[in-house]
């Protein structure tokens, strides 16, 4: 399938202070579009990034089928871009589209956009950073009624970044709203997943704290995830994460993180994990680490656990912390290709 190019004529990009750029807020300069009508892909273009015209009708708006993706370029030190575990977030994507009665993006679709949009705009990547693709897909039918949408957009755009969180989590856990039921749509990556976070998070920055850490519905008792993250904690020396058993993102940093770790001689378990265990192991010091961990995070620290009026403190002597900088370093050195990658889990663009 053919992409149209039509190149920006003014870059941004001297405008750009790649020393202070924090996460999400400065956009390169642009993006790829893919319209579909009834399965069938029309239009595909890379233009200058800039505002949409939409009609309030777009069925997006109305009945919430729209989703994303987060993934993130790299620059290696020769001077090569790779782009990390593309087909496994594609993979992701569609599992969600499946989820939500969406179309199916074709591979060739997908993948084309990506890598020539990455090599249109290969200089905005970081070099003390990455660069955040942000893949958005939504209904596109401009008409009201409940029902799935005939027409879709794919919109593909980045971001330099650094890190997401610029200090150590201050969890908060909450024990009143939930994010997802089972059966429900926990696993998406779509935007009502994020929205039904907010308040929790909003009372939680309130009290000082940067995160909430969610419990499941029924028990009020077993960790399934941060709102914009996975969680590991390491208890006796072993890596324990929740299983995504459909209420939690299947996040592809959690799944590259396990591999490691079980590949590397590290003790890792997907297993249950109760939020009162954490807080039991955190009193006798047996919690030793505990991270979170994202596309956009990587693998976020945290300092403080707070939970029905208690709270647990943990070590912020990190070079102390052997799983988080073992995690770290492999994965920083797999994306530069530092280290070989028996995964297969960078492409070179
Ligand atoms: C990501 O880690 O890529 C996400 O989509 C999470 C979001 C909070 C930035």
């Known amino acids: 399938m053919e992409i149209r190019i039509d190149r920006t004529s003014s870059s941004r990009l001297p405008q750009v202070d790649f020393a202070n750029l924090g996460f999400g807020s400065v956009f390169a300069d642009h993006m790829f579009v893919a319209d579909c009508l009834e399965g069938q892909w029309y239009d595909l273009r890379i233009v200058p990034f800039g505002e949409l015209s939409m009609s309030p009708g777009l069925s997006a708006l109305h009945y919430g089928q729209t989703i994303f993706e987060g993934m993130k370029a790299y620059r290696t030190p020769e001077g090569e871009i790779t782009i990390f575990r593309l087909s496994d977030h594609l993979r992701r994507l569609n599992r969600s589209a499946e989820r939500l009665c969406m179309q199916a993006i074709p591979p060739q679709v997908f993948e084309e956009g990506l890598k020539q949009l990455v090599r249109l705009d290969a200089d905005w990547v970081p070099h003390n950073g990455s660069l955040y693709i942000r893949p958005i897909y939504f209904a596109s039918d401009d008409q009201l009624g409940v029902h ?150 990587v693998a976020a620290p945290v300092e403080r656990i707070h939970y029905q009026g208690e709270d647990i403190f943990l070590s912020t002597d990190h070079s102390k912390w052997p799983v988080l900088s073992f995690l770290r370093k492999r994965l920083d050195d797999i994306r530069t290709r530092q280290v070989a990658d028996p995964y297969g889990w960078v492409s070179v663009v």
């Open 148 to 297: 799935a949408s005939k027409s879709y957009r794919l919109i593909i755009f980045s971001s330099p970044v650094t890190t997401y969180y610029s200090t150590n989590l201050l969890v908060q856990v909450e024990t009143n709203h939930v994010r997802a039921t089972d059966g429900g749509i926990g696993y998406v990556k779509t935007a009502g997943n994020y929205a039904r976070s907010l308040s929790a998070s909003q009372r939680a920055r309130a009290e000082g704290f940067n995160v909430v850490l969610w419990l499941d519905s029924i028990n009020r008792q077993f960790i399934e995830e941060y709102s914009t993250m996975n969680a590991f904690f390491v208890i006796d020396d072993v890596a324990v994460t929740p299983p995504t058993s459909g209420t939690i993102l299947e996040g592809i940093t959690r799944d590259s993180m396990i591999r490691l770790l079980s590949d590397n001689g590290y003790k890792v378990t997907q297993r249950e994990i109760a939020i009162d265990e954490v807080m039991e192991a955190g009193r006798t010091g047996r919690l030793t680490e505990a991270f979170g961990t994202g596309t956009a995070a």
